[in-house]
């Protein structure tokens, strides 16, 4: 090779070198363009951060006498106007007091209606706080109020009810095994009721979905988690001829 040749070379080389490495903001830019013509890249890239459910509660603080009474009885006052069940956060929220007092005071008001063997009973339920009927009193209450009962649900939605209860997440054509006829009515009827929910599908040809039960579900049988429900042979502890 000729000593023109080589050096021509060697410049080819430079030159090269030198448009790889002089730029790299535009290097970055043409990234960026590629990730916005990948959208799956730039789902990647932006992760959504939320605030943690006690982000803006108060700090805790030791509370007086007279603090704690006032507390005490606005926590049990806004569980009180709640129709559904309310979670310590949000209720600690609503009262403007911190989590660690907030769950004492809850605590206590709980174990103060069981001594009292009151009419009513504070629970956890469902995730969160509700008043209902005491247990003792539910039959008198029942026959009280027999006149307002609502349309119940059929014998074979309860029993389709009962079957999701113990085999969740479960298919409909699960449900149809078990049961040995069509339950797609039930399934309907039950998810107008808002006592079940779909929740995905089966990893399966066909792709049917998945259905569980709801927080409704939990709340209207004073659950606060499925692990809560009975063993299958005393499912009749639930009740489930009551649901209206």
Same mark, same amino acid.
């Given at each position: 090779?000729? /000593? &023109?040749?080589?050096?021509? *070379?060697?410049?080819?080389?430079?030159?090269?070198?030198? &448009?790889?490495?002089?730029?790299?903001?535009?290097?970055?830019?043409?990234?960026?363009?590629?990730?916005?013509? *990948?959208?799956?890249?730039?789902?990647?890239?932006?992760?959504?951060?939320?605030?943690?459910?006690?982000?803006?509660?108060?700090?805790?603080?030791?509370?007086?006498?007279? &603090?704690?009474?006032?507390?005490?009885?606005?926590?049990?006052?806004? @569980?009180?106007?709640?129709?559904?069940?309310?979670?310590?956060?949000?209720? =600690?929220?609503?009262?403007?007091?911190?989590?660690?007092?907030?769950?004492?005071?809850? +605590?206590?008001?709980?174990?103060?209606?069981?001594?009292? +063997?009151?009419?009513?009973?504070?629970? &956890?339920?469902?995730?969160?706080?509700?008043? @209902?009927?005491?247990?003792?009193?539910? /039959? =008198? @209450?029942?026959?009280?109020?027999?006149?307002?009962? %609502?349309?119940?649900?059929? %014998? =074979?939605?309860?029993?389709?009810?009962?079957?999701?209860?113990?085999?969740?997440? @479960?298919?409909?054509?699960?449900?149809?095994?078990? %049961?040995?006829? *069509?339950?797609?009515?039930?399934?309907?009827?039950?998810?107008?009721?808002?006592?079940?929910?779909?929740?995905?599908?089966?990893?399966? /040809?066909?792709?049917?979905?998945?259905?569980?039960?709801?927080?409704?579900?939990?709340?209207?049988?004073? !659950? *606060?988690?499925?692990?809560?429900?009975? =063993?299958?042979?005393?499912?009749?502890? !639930?009740?489930? +001829?009551?649901?209206?």
């Amino acid at each position: 090779m000729s /000593p &023109e040749d080589q050096q021509e *070379n060697e410049n080819e080389v430079e030159a090269g070198t030198e &448009e790889e490495t002089a730029d790299p903001q535009a290097g970055a830019a043409a990234g960026e363009n590629a990730d916005l013509e *990948n959208p799956e890249a730039e789902e990647l890239v932006r992760v959504p951060v939320s605030e943690t459910p006690d982000a803006a509660l108060p700090e805790h603080r030791e509370l007086s006498a007279e &603090e704690l009474d006032y507390f005490r009885g606005l926590l049990e006052a806004v @569980i009180f106007m709640s129709t559904e069940p309310i979670s310590l956060s949000v209720l =600690a929220k609503r009262s403007e007091l911190d989590r660690v007092n907030a769950r004492i005071l809850v +605590d206590s008001l709980i174990d103060d209606y069981a001594e009292r +063997d009151s009419g009513i009973a504070l629970r &956890e339920i469902a995730g969160g706080y509700q008043f @209902i009927t005491s247990e003792k009193y539910s /039959p =008198a @209450i029942k026959e009280i109020f027999k006149e307002q009962k %609502r349309e119940t649900l059929s %014998r =074979a939605t309860l029993e389709t009810l009962a079957i999701i209860s113990y085999r969740q997440p @479960i298919t409909l054509p699960e449900i149809d095994e078990v %049961r040995g006829v *069509n339950s797609r009515a039930m399934v309907t009827q039950l998810m107008q009721r808002k006592l079940i929910k779909p929740q995905g599908y089966r990893p399966v /040809p066909g792709r049917p979905t998945l259905y569980v039960t709801s927080r409704s579900f939990l709340s209207h049988f004073a !659950l *606060n988690s499925l692990s809560d429900l009975p =063993a299958l042979e005393e499912v009749k502890e !639930l009740k489930f +001829d009551d649901l209206d």
